[in-house]
């Protein structure tokens, strides 16, 4: 092979891999331009097209971890607000309130205390790191605070024996 073929060969090679260069550069400033619609419809959306959509949906939304730094947020609880996690503006991931706190809507989280003595029930809530307090003793219901947490226990006593456990959500639905 002459000189000058293998100098044209060597050149055409090189120009070849700068167009697949540029072509995969290209598609990749094209993906990157193009807004993402996951299935979900949230995760791959920016922290502002997701708040949109979530308004359009009706949905409460907050975010509650940024960067992987968690976001000071209020504790009362709202089951269909969605929490989004956000990495980069983008959200990588979310949930709602009631799937951050299984259980809330769920009366057999509550039907081990029921049938216990009070100081037992009260003991086991504890033990379980649930707070729990009484909210009616022998059928007088007893002043209780408006405040909301999704895992307290609300114990209905007759006789010094837990009758009746409820969640504070269901406690707010049977008024």
Known sequence: ???????????????????????????????????????????????????????????????????????????????????????????????????LTPGVHDPSTTESFVGLDVETAGNQALAADRPWRVVSVDGEDLVITADFQADRVNFVVVDGIVVEALTDAQLNTTD
């Open 1 to 99: 092979m002459t000189t000058n073929r293998l100098r044209a060969l060597v050149i055409a090679l090189v120009l070849a891999a700068l167009v697949a260069v540029l072509a995969i550069a290209a598609a990749a400033a094209n993906r990157d331009r193009e807004q993402p619609q996951a299935a979900d419809g949230y995760v791959g959306l920016t922290v502002e097209d997701a708040g949109d959509r979530a308004d359009a949906n009706g949905l409460p939304w907050r975010v509650v971890e940024i960067d992987g730094v968690p976001q000071a947020v209020t504790e009362d609880f709202v089951p269909n607000r969605l929490n989004f996690v956000v990495a980069d503006g983008i959200v990588t991931a979310y949930s709602t309130d009631a799937e």
